[in-house]
């Protein structure tokens, strides 16, 4: 299986991705441990990625996976998908649902998951533009709370630091989580040209900006104590804002942020067919639905507060390994052993 | 409409709910929650004990009102039953007239609760009473120190002083006095606020530019006495703030968010137990006024 993008499409792709249901929780764990300085760190973190995205580009022929680093991956995304079924249902029976039963809210949103799965990659690859205007109305809505916030909240930076200060930089990887399918979608560009350097800052400070937003408007609007009770501080900010046309905005968030995932679910299942059934497999639509079958499944067992808190706390050091650590492992491998994109779909053809 | 006040005893809020329900053929619901009123005796232990279940629903409107009530709460339920309307909705009303008028802050369920998390800033909620006639009156803000009422409470042009000072003006800030015995009232048109802040030292420097709404004595046009009416203002004013300020410092309560500025900008001076160290501070006003609009006459 084969596909061909634009580079608006492959950040478009990357963009879902890494924003997908990352961007309602993380805030309050970086808070919890890097208090005033989560902006800051943020920050850096996102100077880390941008050189990454800068190496990536550089690089990225040598990114060429074998057996094992494919298998390795496809269990990373599985993980992270069933993580995102986990938590996307949590969040809908805490907020919208409390009285369906789990099972039959995720049949419902994997099935249309398998649906979008099973058709022609194109749709997979676009359906992301239908979250434009959506996030321009979450943003709309998100300044609406300005009147409450507190500027003060944002200082002073490095003063009250704990002794886990340092684990804000861990969580604040949350963020850019998915970073690996830039060099995985990377040879998939329709012209394989460079991508200029303005692009990949274009997409950085898009990225960056999106986040930040996020991170300070938490820290501004919460104090530090009350932040730490707050799972989800986006919507709860949400929750609070009081407009005319509707009673609850948070649950009109809600229902964006769902779709928003479900494109990020049906993005990482795009990158993983790409993987997957880059030989040519059996029964593909029978292998894919027994994959959500199985995510399904499994995420129905473990929909509980403690497995969510589990997960969140130690996810992130399988993010940094997946996305940070073992490209750039594979792609020097690769380098020294002088292996590249090109030279492996030669020798497949 | 007919309104039916159905009372329930239990150990929380939620348990309270749960004996009512026990009482009428329906279920409360609370996303139709407006105002919550909590009795000055609940109030002077920590508040949040009461409020919490609010918060942790998401059904709950946490853009609801909050007031403290002094004595009995039932008097103030039974107006439901001589008004063509709730009396949830009536102090919704009641509370957003208040606010309106910069006669308390504008706080709701959430960003009261923000501050009780917040050991830089306290609360101030509407204090109401029930007034001879039976109508429940505001008699100015209830002051917190950290999570409990202090028992202190500010009368409404103190809290309009307190309005001014935290910037949280209303649609409409009316501030009145005698001048050379004739009326003046003036409007608080904008409102600016530095902090000049040392270790133990505070100096508020308020700047204010005011709207005349009333003054029979007119001739504003007149320099002279354009410059004595301000003046005039200026002194009563900051006089009024400071008077505000030192209540606040008896009561230990920072409800201006001092303690924020002296956190972000100051952190080396802030302590801990910021409600103690502000009540000790030498915290001073100082005011400058201008007048900027005299109305449609001179």
Known sequence: MSIQLTKLQLFLLMFVMQTGFVYTSFQNIIIEHGNRDATIQFIIISVIFFLQLLFFERTHKYFVLNSFTKTLYLIYWSLYVTVFVIYITYVLTSWIFPNTPTIVL???????????SISRPETAVNIGVVLIPMLFLFLVFMF?????????????????????????????TYAFGGAEVFVVLRKYLVSNDKIPKKSLFLYFSLLTSFYLLSISFSLMYFSLEEIKLIPEP?????????????KRLDIFFVYIWLSWSLVAIVNYALVMRLVYFEKKRRLPRLQQLIFFAIIGITANFLIKFSVLDFLNNYLVYLNIIFTFILPVLIIFVNKIRGRTVSELEKSSS | MQTIIITGI???????????ELKVEQTLDLSVLSTVLISEDSAKDDIYEYLDGYFRDPNSPITSKLAIIQGDLKPFFELSEQKQTTAGEYYERFITSLE????????TLQTACAILFENAQDLALPYLKMGEDGRPVSDGLALFSGRAFTGSTLNTNEGVMLNILNNSLGFATRISYLYKDSPVTVRINKTKRNLDISENKIVIDKKLELMVSEYPQDHLSDDIQRKDLQQFLTEKIEQDMNEVIKKLQEAKSDALGLGRGVRAFHPKYFKKDWNEHFSTMDISVKLSVEIVKTGILE
Do not use: K
């Open chain 2, 100 to 107: 309106e008028n910069s006669l308390v802050i504008p706080y």
């Open chain 2, 10 to 20: 239990g150990i929380s809020p939620r348990d309270v709910r749960q004996d009512a």
């Open chain 1, 234 to 246: 986006i919507l709860y900010i949400l929750h609070s804002v009081e407009v005319t046309f509707a």
């Open chain 1, 144 to 172: 609406l709370t300005i009147p409450n916030l507190h500027a003060t909240n944002l200082l002073p930076f490095f003063y009250d630091r704990q002794d886990t200060w340092w684990m804000g930089f861990i969580y604040a």
């Open chain 1, 106 to 116: 995720i049949a419902i949103f994997l099935s249309v998951c398998f649906y979008a």
